[in-house]
C-alpha cells in the first residue's frame, strides 16, 4: 500500500494558486476555511492557516477577520500582462470645484489593475498621441485607449499582435478592437418617465455639434418616443459659434436662447454638466430659480464623485457609470488574455442606471 502524501503549508499553498491560476477563478470567490482545508488535506488547522497566509502574503487572496478568505487575483508571476493606457484630459475646467470628477474613470482603472496585479503604463494624451500608436503595440499585450483615438493610428490597429480595447465611447464602432461603451438608456428612461407623471410634455436639450452630444441626445429621443412623446416634443438647440472646447460656454449660450424664447414650459434635459453649469451661470445672474423658474434634469451628475465641493450641481440627475465603466475594462483586459481564444471582438457595456431626484433648494426651505 503506497505511503499517504504528507502536506505542507507550502504544498497546500501551491496547489491552490495553481487551482486558481489554471481555473481562472474569479476575483471575490469565497474559498473554503481553515478547517476545512486542514479536513481535505489531513493536515492541522493551523498549517492550513499558514498556507492560506502565503496565498495572501503573494497576492492570490484576501483575509478578510470574521468574513472568510477571498480570491484576490488569479495571475502568477510568469503569467503577469503588461497594458498600455492612453488617457486624454478634458478641455473643459470648473476653477469652483475641487477635483475634476472625470477623474474618477482613471483613478478606479488604475486602482483595479494595481489590485488584479496587472503591470501598466498611462500615456497622457491632451491634443494627440504623444508618441506613435504602432510603437506601444509592440510593447505591450493590451492598448487601452479613447475611442476616439483610433482615428489617429487606425492602421496601427489592423495587424498588431497587442490586443485593443476602446473606451468611453457612446456607441460600438467597428474595427479590430474590443470595445467598453456607456449605454445612457435606462437613466434617461427613468428620467423621462418622472417628469411625464408630473405632465411634463416638453424638452429643451441644449448642446453643440458633435458626435457624443448628438448620440446621446438621439438616445433621449428615442427613450421619449417609447414613452409615447413625440419627435416635436424635443426641442434640440445647438449654440453657434461656440468656443471650440469649452462646454460651459455652450450651455452659457443656449441658456440665452432658452430665455429668449421663453420656453419655461420646457423641462431642461442637460447631457453634460458642463453644459449645466453654463447655463446655470446665466440664470443666477438673472435671478432665476431652479425647481421653481425653471426645470432641469441634468446627465453627468458630478455631484456623484465629489466629497464637499465648493460648488455643487444640486440637480435632478442621471449618474454616469464611470467607476463602472473602469472595472468593465478590467474585466475585459482579463477576458481578452486568457489563454482561450474565441476569435472575436467582445464590447462590454456599461449602463447609467441611477437617477437621482433632488429637491429644488427653495422648496427646502419652505418646508422648515
Known sequence: ?????????RSIAGAIEREIVEEAVAEGVKLPSAAKLASRYGVSVKTADRALNRLAEKGFISRVRGGGNFVRANRGKEDQIHVGITWCSIFDSIA??????????MEELCRLLTEHKIDFRIFF????????????????????IPAGLRLFDSKALENTAAKVILYGDDSPAPGPWHQVVYDYRPGMTAALAWFKARKWRKFFLPGWESVTVRSRQRSLIECGLKLGFREEDFRICYAENAVQGSSVMVGSRCAEAFLEEKLFDHVIFSVSDFFTYGMFDVFRR??????????????DNFQRYLGMP????????VTHPLAAHARAVVEMIEDVTRKQECGYFRTYTTPATEFVVREPRHEKENSK
Open 1 to 9: 500500500m503506497p505511503e499517504k502524501k504528507k502536506f505542507t503549508a
Open 125 to 144: 494624451d491632451r491634443f494627440g498621441p504623444v508618441e506613435s500608436l504602432g510603437a506601444r503595440l509592440k510593447k505591450y499585450d493590451v492598448i487601452v
Open 286 to 299: 438673472r435671478g432665476l430659480v431652479y425647481g421653481k423658474d425653471f426645470q432641469l434634469v441634468s446627465y
Open 310 to 317: 465648493v460648488e455643487s450641481l444640486d440637480v435632478t440627475a
Open 96 to 105: 469652483s470645484l475641487e477635483t475634476n470628477p472625470t477623474n474618477v474613470f
